[in-house]
């Protein structure tokens, strides 16, 4: 099993800029995809950015062009890069992990089995 722990929240203005991290511990084998997903109150998890371990990079329509996803791999660590934050990005962030994983960095929520305790991100307008 993955632990992950994120970190790297906070509040800014519009505008702004944010870096999240995300730590991994435990086995995470030789091809592995990773995600940071978000959630608004009383909606489902859905998905900002995803990379594998061969370097495969996804991004959604929201997060594309201002969101940037990368992984040091010997950290075992991954990041999102967010700049130009608007209020609608007031969330809490998810990353999340899925080991021994075929598909190249899979989007939807379902594909990942362990998932961090979530990082509150704030955006005042």
């Known amino acids: 099993q993955v632990q992950l722990v994120e970190s790297g929240g906070g509040s800014v203005q519009a505008g702004g800029s944010l870096r999240l991290s995300c730590l991994a511990s435990?086995?995470?084998?030789?091809?592995?995809?990773m995600g940071w997903f978000r959630q608004y109150p009383r909606k489902q998890r859905e998905v900002v950015a995803a990379?594998?371990?061969?370097?495969?990079?996804k991004y959604v329509d929201s997060s594309q062009g201002r969101f940037t996803i990368s992984l040091d791999k010997a950290a075992k660590s991954l990041f999102l890069q967010m700049n130009s934050l608007r209020p609608e990005d007031t969330s809490t962030y998810y990353c999340?992990?899925?080991?021994?994983?075929?598909?190249?960095?899979?989007?939807?929520?379902?594909?990942?089995?362990?998932w961090g305790q979530g990082t509150q991100v704030a955006v005042s307008s």
């Open positions: 999340a992990a899925q080991t021994n994983c075929i598909y190249e960095a899979p989007l939807p929520p379902h594909f990942y089995t362990s």
């Open positions: 435990g086995d995470m084998s030789s091809r592995y995809s």
């Open positions: 990379i594998d371990s061969n370097g495969n990079i």
